[in-house]
C-alpha cells in the first residue's frame, strides 16, 4: 500500500440506507459559514442505480422490508432534501398504535392526539427509500461513489500527500482509498469491523422472523398492530391502499422450529394461521407474497471507534425487531458522527482524532444500550407463561392505558425525540 489512488476527508464503507444517508449529512460541510466542503468517498460492494424507483398506480409489489420511520429519522430526510422526493413514490403514516397481550386482555393504544402531532410514523419500503437516498447523492459533487467494489484490506495509518493522517483501504480493484475517518456502515456482518479487530458481544434470541406482505379484508386504518404471543410478537404495520385493496407488512416473530412449519406452509394455510394470531382484526388475510425467514440476533460492539475508525447502524449494535428501532438507532448514530466532524472540521481539528470521535461513541453508545435493554426486558416478559406474570403484565397494560400523562413519554420515546440529540433531528 504504497501509493494512495484516491484520497478523501471521509470514506465510508456501504451505500445502503444509514451509509447514504451519512454521506448527505456531510455534505452540509460546505453550506455553514466558514467552512468548506469535505470530500467524501462511498464505497458499495453492488450496483449502484441512482435513478428513482418508478411505480405504476396499480404497482402492488411491495418491498418486503420495511422500516417504521421515527419522527426524528422524518426530520433527518427532510433536511437532506429526501423527504419530498418519497411523496412521488409512496409511503404510509399512522396515526396510531395497538398492543396487546394474546394470553390475556392487557391493551394498550397509543395515538397522534395525545402526543399533539398529525402522525406517530411512517412506514416506508427499503428499496424506495434508498432509491431517493441515491438519487440525491448522485446531484452531489463532493461524493465520490465507488461502486462494485469491495474492501479487501484494511491498511495502517500514514501520512497522506498532504502530511495529513490518515488510514488506508484496499479495494479488490487494485486501487487504494485513504480518508482521515473511515466509518463502517456496512451492515450486521460488517467486514470493516472484523478487519480492525473490533470485539463484539453476540447472543441469539433463538427467534427467526417471518417477513412478507399481506392483503387483509378490511383496512387498516392508519393503526399499526402488534401482539404479543409466548412464541414471539407479530406485527402488522400498515402500507398503502392500491386499487382499493388493503396490505400490511407483516414481521413474525417465531422459534425456528416452528417459523419453519410456517414457512413451509401453503399460501392458503399461512394466510389462515396469521388471521388466527392477529384475532382477525382486519378481517380475514386473503393474500401473502413470498415469505422470508431471517434468524434473530442481537450484537453490540463493545466500542465503535478505534484508530480513525467509527461503526455505525447495524455494523455496531442489532436488536430485536419488535419495536421497529434498528434503523432508526443507526440514523441517530450517523446524525451524531456528522455533527461532531462537522463541528471539529468547522474548528480546523482533525476530524478524525480520537477526541472527536470519542464525542461520538459517548453520546450514541447508552443510548443504544439502554434501548436494546428495553427491548430485551418486553422479549422476556411477553414470553413469561407463569400465570402470576400474565396476570400483572395485563393489569399494567390495562392501569397505563388509562392515563395518557404517563403514556406520553414512552410516545416520546418511539418517536426519536428524547435524549441527546443532534440538532438536524430536533423538530
Known sequence: MDTIDLDFDVVIVGGGLVG?????LLCRAGSQPGSSPLSIGLIEAGRFDSDLVQLAADDANFDPRVVALTHASETLFERIGVWPLLKDLRRCAYQSMSVWDSEGTGEIGFTAEEANVDHLGTIVEN?????????????????????????????????????QKVRLLGLDDGRIVAGKVVVAADGAMS???????????????????????????????GVARQVFMQEGPLAFLPLPSVNQQHYCSIVWSQEPERADALMAMSDEAFCEAIGQAIEHRLGQVLEVDRRFAIPLKQRHATQYIKDRIALVGDAAHTIHPLAGQGVNLGLLDVAVLAEEVLSAHKRGLDIGEDRV????????????LSMMSVMEGFKQLFSESAPPVRFLRNLGMSVLNQHPLIKRPIITRAMGLEGDLPEIVRP
Open 191 to 221: 467486514a470493516i469491523r472484523h478487519m480492525a479487530a473490533f470485539r463484539l458481544r453476540e447472543w441469539s434470541y433463538h427467534h427467526n422472523a417471518i417477513v412478507t406482505t399481506v392483503r387483509t379484508e378490511r383496512p387498516h386504518d
Open 20 to 24: 447514504a444517508a451519512l454521506a448527505l
Open 127 to 163: 428499496r424506495l427509500l434508498v432509491s431517493a437516498l441515491r438519487h440525491q447523492i448522485s446531484h452531489q459533487a463532493n461524493i465520490s461513489v465507488l461502486s462494485d467494489t469491495a474492501v479487501s484490506q484494511l491498511g495502517p495509518m500514514v501520512n497522506n500527500h498532504d502530511q
Open 357 to 368: 470521535l470519542r464525542r461520538f461513541q459517548r453520546r450514541r453508545m447508552g443510548h443504544n
